[in-house]
């Protein structure tokens, strides 16, 4: 018996081809819609703004070019934040990088320490060496850091401010003999030569002249395009750094042979290396961080101290309010005898205010770098894992929602707000990689205005805000020039 396939209904086969296609089609529909519902609760769809400029490069040169402007490197990131606002993205030395500038964005980001880390662009990591307290991996920083904390202790701190002091005295006491004094210049020297005694013993004037050329290319170094050309900034500051950890390997090799020994922070880690139930450094992690040292404490010091010294000269009623603090302090000093030190500093509420409001305004660190371990979602973008986000903290030092008149000089603003809120004062980072000099930086601001204002009345000759224009941190290019009167001449001619 055969099938008659010609009187079979065509529109019932039609029927059935088009159910197929509509239970296909179905099926797909619901299996793109899930694979999209399972995104959306993985991931934000949502990249932050902004653009990632030409192939390799990017817009690092529009980001090196910046550095030739009156802001200096911050001007890129103004720019591009009042184009895209908040957040924005852009590929800097072959890396995406995000700014955040929203004190909420900050507490997530720094607060986080497993979807964040610490990180700096290739050409500081070479400079400073992978060993650096700044570069190092979590694990190593943990180790390091435990070693180098243990160190800057209080009676570290004490020795440390009455060599400060001294060596500040007998400089500003030269002052008189000058037309005009480069504040910046000055507090280079100080620093310097308070750093090198403290940390190597190393005091011979030649010795630290040949050390401070090099810590200075160094620095011009670091925002070089890291090209190995012999005639580039960057190449001359690797040629730097290799002759200081010439000079600090042959010194620490003394040292471990006994063939001489100090009483100082290096003498002081040699040591502790022993006794140490976290291990000991090597030479290497013991020279990165040597140098690390002397660039943190001396260049973002000394641009501080020079902010200082503006912004008090722009605000002379602080100003005065801060001598006659500190004449009646001195007054008590001379009387009882005492020696200015650790204890002084703790007497100098207004003046700790002053640095405060300083550090808040200068943002010598405008922003902090941290690297993304792992997918994660901030204030609606979606930002990848190996991304670098950066915390815009000079935006956050002048967020009016946290700091009134954020643009006013105001170091009364910190006896309303004594505690400002977690993660919106950022002068010295915030967590586990707070910068471990803090107190010695503070100190060395406060010893120095101290016998600043208790010494001479000042006029800047120069009020050109514009920056280095080859310094990481925002430094005045002028440096800050000053004219002095000691104060006992001034108060004959009232």
Known sequence: MSINTTNSNPSIFILHILSIFFIGFTIFQLFTAFCKLWRSKSTTTTPPPGRCGFPLIGETLAFLVAKKSKEGLYGFVKARRARYGNCFKTNIFQKTHVFMSSFEASKMILGDE??????????????????????????????????????????????????????????????????????????????????????????????????????????????????????????????????IMKTLGKIINERRKGIKKNGDFLQTMLMNDNHSSKGFLNNDQIQDNILTLIIAGQITTSSAIAWMVKYLDENREVQEKLRNLQLSLEK??????????????????????VVKETLRMSTIVSWFPMLALKDIEIEGFHIKKGWIVNVDARYIHYDDTLYENPTMFNPSRFEKQEDPKPYSFLAFGTGGRTCLGMNLAKAMMMVFVHRLVTTYKWEVTDHDASLEKHSLFPRLRSGCPIKVTPISQSLQAN
């Open 114 to 243: 497993s979807a964040f880390t610490k990180t700096y662009i290739r050409s500081i990591v070479e400079l400073l060496g992978e060993n650096s307290v700044l570069c190092s991996s979590r694990d190593q920083h943990r180790i390091i850091r435990y070693h180098m904390s243990n160190l800057l202790h209080k009676d570290m701190l004490m020795t440390f401010i009455k060599l400060f002091d001294e060596l500040t005295v007998e400089a500003q006491n030269k002052w008189t003999q000058k037309d005009s004094i480069n504040v910046l210049e000055e507090a280079f020297k100080i620093t310097f030569r308070a750093i090198c005694k403290t940390l190597l013993s190393l005091d011979n004037e030649s010795e630290q002249e040949i050390l401070q050329k090099d810590v200075f290319l160094i620095c011009e170094a670091m925002l070089g395009f890291p090209l190995r050309l012999p005639w580039t900034r960057y190449f001359k500051g690797l040629q730097a750094r290799k002759r």
């Open 332 to 353: 008590k000093l001379n009387c009882s005898r005492e020696e200015f030190g650790y204890e002084t500093l703790n007497e100098m509420t207004f003046a700790s205010k």
